[in-house]
């Protein structure tokens, strides 16, 4: 089984992830959305487990500096997947696919239940 963390390294959140994944002796691998890259297609795999409005962070400081005609106009999946494509640090981080299935945010608990099994 192949675990994946997508992220942005130097992210508080995501380094705590990696470090509890690295910890509870999880072998997983890292994608930095920076360096490597997002693809419509891994966004739309999130989106099936994910409601766009929670893959969004609108608390973070990507979506705080952007317009507020372009923050109107985040309205669905749809208009979601074009700003997490032009800016994916928009993305809440991390975002963890496990057996197929999408998790997004990062708390010990939460990953405690996650791997539970």
């Known amino acids: 089984m192949t675990i994946n963390l997508y992220g942005i390294p130097n992210c508080d959140t995501v380094k705590k992830a990696r470090t509890w994944l690295s910890s509870n002796g999880t072998d997983f691998v890292f994608h930095d ?66 057996n197929k299935k999408t998790t997004v945010g990062f708390s010990a608990d939460l990953y405690q239940h996650i791997f539970q099994d």
């Open 33 to 98: 959305f920076k360096k490597d890259g997002i693809t419509r297609e891994l966004i739309a795999t999130w989106l099936r487990d994910v409601p766009w409005d929670v893959l969004v962070n609108r608390k973070g400081t990507t979506w705080r500096k952007l317009p507020d005609e372009r923050k109107a106009a985040i309205v669905d999946a749809a208009s979601a997947t074009e700003l997490m494509l032009e800016s994916p640090s928009v993305i809440k981080r991390p975002v963890l696919v496990r």
